[in-house]
C-alpha cells in the first residue's frame, strides 16, 4: 500500500505563489508516474500537471507557464511550484501516483483571493 502524505497550500492573492509538496512511502515500483490534480467546487477533478520517473512532464493548458512540477525519486517526492497564482485555480488540490496501481493523496485546500 502507498500513502501519499502532501503539503504547502494555503491563501495567497492574486499574482503570489505557493509550493506543493507530496511524500510518498510504501512498496513503490521505481517505474511510475507522479501527478497532481485539483478539483474545484463542482467541478470535475481534473489533471494540473505530472511526471514519470524518467522526468518527461506533462501540464494542463491553463498552467502551462505558470506552475513547474519536480520530483526527488530518491525521497520519492514530487512537487508543484505554483506562480502567478490566479482566483481560478482555488481548488483542492490532490498528489497522484501511478505505478501498477493508482494511489491518492488526502488532498490539500489552495486558494487565490482576488
Known amino acids: 500500500q502507498v500513502q501519499l502524505v502532501e503539503s504547502g497550500g494555503g491563501l495567497v492573492e492574486a499574482g503570489g505563489s505557493l509550493r506543493l509538496s507530496c511524500a510518498a512511502s510504501?512498496?513503490?515500483?521505481?517505474?511510475?508516474?507522479m501527478g497532481w490534480f485539483r478539483q474545484a467546487p463542482g467541478k470535475q477533478r481534473e489533471l494540473v500537471a505530472s511526471i514519470t520517473s524518467g522526468g518527461s512532464t506533462n501540464y494542463a493548458d491553463s498552467v502551462k507557464g505558470r506552475f513547474t512540477i519536480s520530483r526527488d525519486n530518491a525521497k520519492n517526492t514530487v512537487y508543484l511550484q505554483m506562480n502567478s497564482l490566479k482566483p481560478e485555480d482555488t481548488a483542492v488540490y490532490y498528489c497522484n501516483l501511478k505505478d501498477f496501481r493508482t494511489s491518492w493523496g488526502q488532498g490539500t485546500h489552495v486558494t487565490v483571493s482576488s
Open positions: 510504501g512498496i513503490i515500483f521505481k517505474i511510475n508516474t
